[in-house]
């Protein structure tokens, strides 16, 4: 059992610093560092500047900005986490046969993580790669994921985060997520109508392991005007499903 002694205080607010960096936030001042993590103005510019000593981050001034050497705490991930590397090849399959875009997703927070995809196509608005994060409560692979904790650890992630209407079709109500988690559990698969971006239609499955356990998700996407819920139901759907058992004939 770790104590509070045993943890790097400094440590995790540097992380949280390198966190507040996103497509929405490219160039930080001090200050804006300080309002998106909570730190003090004095910590977050301790932390910035021991980002720029060590290369992560450059500045101008008065603006920071990340450099590409943080891709390396990425890519230690996707080199050292065997996943990744075991599902592309099953993903860039399936979207041969499907001519559309395949992806793998954890679960991170209230948000799913890309950690493998192969893509035939451009179906978002915002590319998606590697490390995209999207929010779990409207995407295929967030309720597949989301169906899979406990109820009650499901919906206290729910009502502890964020769930704004992502288009008119999102659902947001807590109590109509749930109903949604119930539905993907006892179907073993989550589709999403463009609830996360009009014009955009997804499926997903769990990955399970030889074991039972749930350890990713697996998911289709395309445009609306491509594909129909009943083609992703009836031509893509047993796509996945195949590659589920695949997967969890050698995933232990």
């Known amino acids: 059992m770790e104590k509070d002694g045993d943890m790097m205080g400094g440590f995790a607010k540097g992380l949280s610093v390198i966190e507040a960096f996103d497509e929405d936030h490219e160039a930080l001042s001090i200050a804006d560092v300080s309002r998106l993590t909570g730190l003090d103005r004095a910590t977050a510019r301790r932390c910035l500047l021991t980002l720029l000593k060590g290369g992560y981050a450059s500045t101008d001034g008065r603006l920071f900005a990340l450099t590409p050497r943080v891709l390396r705490l990425g890519y230690a991930y996707l080199s050292a986490a ?7 090849p099953f993903l860039e399959r399936l979207s041969e046969t499907t001519q559309e875009s395949a992806s793998a997703a954890i679960m991170d927070g209230s948000d799913v993580v890309y950690v493998a995809r192969a893509a035939q196509k451009r179906v978002m608005s915002v590319a998606l790669n590697i ?11 967030g309720r597949v994921l989301l169906a899979a904790l406990p109820p009650e650890e499901a919906r206290a992630l729910l009502e502890g985060s964020e769930r704004p209407a992502m288009t008119p ?22 589709l999403v109508d463009q609830e996360l971006e009009l014009g955009l239609r997804s499926i997903a499955v769990p990955i399970v392991t030889t074991g039972g356990r749930v350890v990713a998700a697996l998911n289709t996407g395309a445009q609306a005007a491509r594909a129909s819920t009943a083609r992703l139901k009836a031509e893509v759907l047993p796509l996945l499903l195949d590659v589920q058992a695949q997967l969890r004939q050698v995933l232990a």
């Open 131 to 141: 490390g995209s994060r999207l929010p779990a409560y409207c995407s295929s692979m």
């Open 82 to 88: 065997p996943l990744p590397r075991r599902l592309q």
């Open 169 to 190: 079709r999102t659902l947001t109500d807590v109590d109509d997520l749930m109903a949604e988690l119930g539905k993907v559990r006892r179907c073993g698969y989550a």
